[in-house]
């Protein structure tokens, strides 16, 4: 699994849970200090490589804004300050060039393209089945076009979905995610099928799913 965003709740989830090995990156330093704190509390050191660096598709060093708790983003020209913090980027392919990973989380404010720009190999292995995006609208700020996006990950032969836990059952949808703003995005949903019917129920809140 490889997460990019927070304060790591799917990671948590994953890698506690469900005893999965993931990778979660988290640009903004006092951001990525919770982060490890998660990490360390819930004793999946072993299971998580966390690093405190941006994605993007060439390696280099970007402002990001730091006042905005998990809405933090890569700065725009309007939004450069002295309260900006450096980070260094990587490409995802760098990192995961070794890597088969299954599932990737990208919530990163409106940044999604340039992320996957630099997640072009990784797109392309088979390994990986599921590929969840926060698509809000925030790609804009950066001059970015959705639409683009939808067109680039089903290039890739990755289908929109929605998941209902409770009924354990995937539908495809016609383009993103109008309600949560969270689109799953599968390519062989007759494999992730199968993989929700393997795995066991758990009980959240007193109700089974």
Same mark, same amino acid.
């Given at each position: ?22 990778? &979660?990156?988290?640009? #903004?330093? %006092?951001?990525? *200090?919770?982060?490890?704190? =998660? ?5 999946? @050191?072993?299971?998580?490589i ?19 708790? &998990?809405?933090?983003? #890569?700065? %725009?020209?309007? *939004?450069?300050?002295?309260? =900006? ?5 990587? @490409? ?5 060039k ?23 190999? %990784? ?86 799913i």
């Amino acid at each position: 699994m490889c997460q990019i965003n927070y304060v790591g709740a799917y990671t948590i989830l994953a890698c506690a849970a469900k005893k999965a090995k993931a990778y &979660c990156f988290e640009p #903004v330093p %006092t951001t990525f *200090e919770r982060l490890m704190d =998660n990490i360390r509390i819930n004793d999946i @050191r072993d299971r998580v490589i966390a690093l405190n660096i941006g994605l993007s598709d060439r390696e280099d060093k970007l402002l990001f804004t730091v006042d905005e708790n &998990c809405m933090n983003h #890569v700065a %725009t020209d309007s *939004e450069k300050s002295n309260n =900006n913090v450096e980070v260094k980027v990587s @490409r995802l392919d760098t990192i995961l060039k070794d890597c088969d990973p299954h599932l990737m989380k990208i919530d990163v404010e409106g940044f999604e393209t340039i992320v996957l720009n630099g997640a072009i190999e %990784t797109l392309n292995k088979q390994s990986l089945n599921s590929v969840i995006m926060e698509l809000n609208g925030s790609g804009s700020r950066y001059g970015f076009n959705e639409e683009d996006i939808l067109r680039l990950i089903s290039d890739y032969g990755f289908y929109p979905c929605i998941y209902d836990p409770f009924s354990r059952k995937i539908e495809t949808l016609e383009g993103k995610n109008n309600l949560s703003g969270k689109t799953i995005f599968i390519r062989n949903i007759n494999l992730a099928l199968e993989r929700i019917k393997a795995s066991p129920l758990v009980s959240i809140l007193n109700t089974k799913i």
